[in-house]
């Protein structure tokens, strides 16, 4: 697909057309089910340990996708594992799925 000069047709075509559609709600990471009316919901099917290996095995994807909480974004609903801000790479990371 890189190597076409012209989408016109295609189904590519099609999705970046859907897209440009949404606008803004494009990057929008979840809406809040109608069902629970709560984000996180299922937090309380995992083990703290099993909580804490993902925290510590996946810190750049947390904080890419914007599952870290970090004192620079309080109002994070998403949010769900801590972490204290500090690290310059994972705060370059941080949310990078918008850009």
């Known amino acids: 697909m ?3 000069r012209d989408l016109t047709g295609t189904n590519a075509e099609r999705r970046i057309k859907e897209v440009i559609a949404k606008g803004s709600a494009a990057t929008q ?7 629970t009316k709560k984000y996180n919901i299922n937090n309380t099917m995992y083990t703290a340990d ?3 290996w993902i925290k510590d095995h ?3 994807m947390l904080h890419f996708f914007g599952y870290a909480n970090v004192p620079q974004d309080p109002d994070n609903h998403t949010a769900y594992y801590d972490y204290d801000g500090t690290d310059p790479f994972l705060n370059n ?3 990078g799925y918008e850009r």
């Open 93 to 95: 990371i941080y949310r």
């Open 29 to 35: 990471t979840y809406k809040l089910k109608e069902t």
């Open 58 to 60: 996946f810190k750049e």
């Open 50 to 52: 099993q909580k804490a």
């Open 2 to 4: 890189l190597g076409e």
